[in-house]
C-alpha cells in the first residue's frame, strides 16, 4: 500500500505562487512516476504535471507551462509542484499520484494511488 499526503496548499492571490508537496510511504516510490492534477468544483479532474521516476522527464498540460515546476526528490519520497503566476480559475483541489510504471503522462488510469488532495485557492 502507498499514502500520498498532499500539502502547501492555501488562499492566495492572482499572481502569487505556491508549492505543493506530496510525501509517500509505504511501497516504492522512487521506482515510479509521479503526476499532479486538480479538480475544480463541477468539473472533471485534470492533468497538471507529471515527472518519471528519475526526474529526468517532465510533462505538463499546455495550460501551466512555462508557469508549473514539477520536482521530486527520492530520497525524501516526495514531489513537489511549484506554481507561479496563478490564475483565479487555477481554483482547485489539488491532488497528487503514483504512476503504475516508472514513466506516464496524462492519462489518470494509468496512475494507481491519490492523496486526499490539498485545496488552492486563487483569489482576483
Known amino acids: 500500500q502507498v499514502q500520498l499526503v498532499e500539502s502547501g496548499g492555501g488562499l492566495v492571490q492572482s499572481g502569487d505562487s505556491l508549492r505543493l508537496s506530496c510525501a509517500a510511504s509505504g511501497r516504492t516510490f522512487s521506482g515510479y512516476a509521479m503526476g499532479w492534477f486538480r479538480q475544480s468544483p463541477g468539473k472533471e479532474r485534470e492533468f497538471v504535471a507529471a515527472i518519471t521516476y528519475r526526474g529526468d522527464t517532465t510533462y505538463y498540460a499546455d495550460s501551466v507551462k512555462g508557469r508549473f515546476t514539477i520536482s521530486r526528490d527520492n530520497a525524501k519520497n516526495t514531489v513537489y509542484l511549484q506554481m507561479n503566476t496563478l490564475k483565479p480559475e487555477e481554483t482547485a483541489v489539488y491532488y497528487c499520484?503514483?504512476?503504475?510504471?516508472?514513466?506516464?503522462?496524462?492519462?489518470?488510469?494509468?496512475?494507481?494511488?491519490w492523496g486526499q488532495g490539498t485545496q488552492v485557492t486563487v483569489s482576483s
Open positions: 499520484a503514483r504512476s503504475r510504471t516508472y514513466d506516464s503522462g496524462s492519462a489518470s488510469r494509468d496512475y494507481t494511488y
